[in-house]
C-alpha cells in the first residue's frame, strides 16, 4: 500500500522559475493538504483539499495554487519562485476532516537559489 | 484562534530512561489533541490522538499521553526509551485539518 507519495524528493530551483510538486494517494481519501515545514516553525497549511474540483486556502496561499481534478491527485504549483519559499514541502491526506489522522508524505525539499 | 507551544526544542535522554514532552495548547472548545512523530528524511506518523474519553490515551511504539484541560496540556511519556525513539515530535491541536495548528517540534535525542 503506498499510501501518500510526493514527487520529486529534492529539488533546487532559480528565482523566478515555476515547477509543480506532486503528490498523490491511493487510499481513496477525499480531504488532501499541502504544509510547508520550516525550521523551528512546525507546519503551515498552504491549501487544502475536500474533494475533486474543490481547494481553499489554507494559513500561507501565497505565492503558491493548487488544482484537483481527481481524487487521487493534488499538485502544488509555484509560479515565480522566491527564496522565501525555500522550505520542506508535505502532503498528507485524510478520510474525514475531522477526528480522524492524517497521512503523509515523505516531503519534498525545495531550495530556490 | 488555537496554538500550540512545545517549550523544548531539544531533550536528551538516555536509553532506558523514561522522558516527557511537553505540548501547551490554546484552543476555545474541547480540542483534538494529536502527537506525530517525524523521522529523518520520512513524513509524519501519527503516535496517538485524543478526541474525548478516557484522559491518558495510548499510542503506538508505547508512547502515551494525557490530556489535562485544568493546565492546557497534552504531554507525551514513555516509561523507557530506546534508540529508535530518536526523531522530531509535533504536537498538534485542531478538530478539522483545515483548521489543525502545529507546535514547533521537539527533537528528541537518545544516549546510548
Known amino acids: 500500500n503506498a499510501g501518500v507519495t510526493q514527487t520529486p524528493k529534492f529539488r533546487i530551483l532559480k528565482i523566478g522559475q515555476s515547477m509543480t510538486l506532486q503528490c498523490t494517494q491511493d487510499m481513496n481519501h477525499n480531504y488532501m493538504y499541502w504544509y510547508r515545514q520550516d525550521p523551528g516553525m512546525g507546519l503551515k497549511l498552504i491549501y487544502y483539499?475536500?474533494?475533486?474540483?474543490?481547494?481553499d486556502k489554507g494559513e500561507v496561499p501565497n505565492g503558491y495554487n493548487v488544482s484537483r481534478s481527481t481524487t487521487e491527485d493534488f499538485p502544488l504549483r509555484l509560479e515565480l519562485a522566491a527564496p522565501s519559499q525555500t522550505s520542506v514541502y508535505f502532503c498528507a491526506s485524510s478520510l474525514r476532516t475531522e477526528n480522524t489522522e492524517a497521512f503523509f508524505g515523505q516531503g519534498t525539499r525545495l531550495t530556490v537559489v | 484562534a488555537q496554538s500550540v507551544t512545545q517549550p523544548d526544542i531539544h531533550i536528551t535522554v538516555s536509553e532506558g530512561a523514561s522522558l516527557e514532552l511537553r505540548c501547551n495548547y490554546s484552543y476555545g472548545a474541547t480540542p483534538y489533541l494529536f502527537w506525530y512523530v517525524q523521522s529523518p528524511g520520512q513524513g509524519l506518523q501519527l503516535l496517538l490522538k485524543y478526541f474525548s474519553g478516557d484522559t491518558l490515551v495510548q499510542g503506538i511504539k508505547g508512547f502515551e499521553a494525557e490530556f489535562k484541560r485544568s493546565q492546557s496540556s497534552f504531554n507525551l511519556t514513555k516509561p523507557s526509551a530506546h534508540m529508535s525513539d530518536a526523531a522530531e515530535y509535533f504536537c498538534?491541536?485542531?478538530?478539522?485539518?483545515?483548521?489543525?495548528?502545529f507546535g514547533a517540534g521537539t527533537r528528541l535525542t537518545v544516549k546510548p
Open positions: 483539499s475536500v474533494g475533486a474540483g474543490i481547494t
Open positions: 498538534a491541536v485542531g478538530g478539522w485539518h483545515n483548521d489543525m495548528r
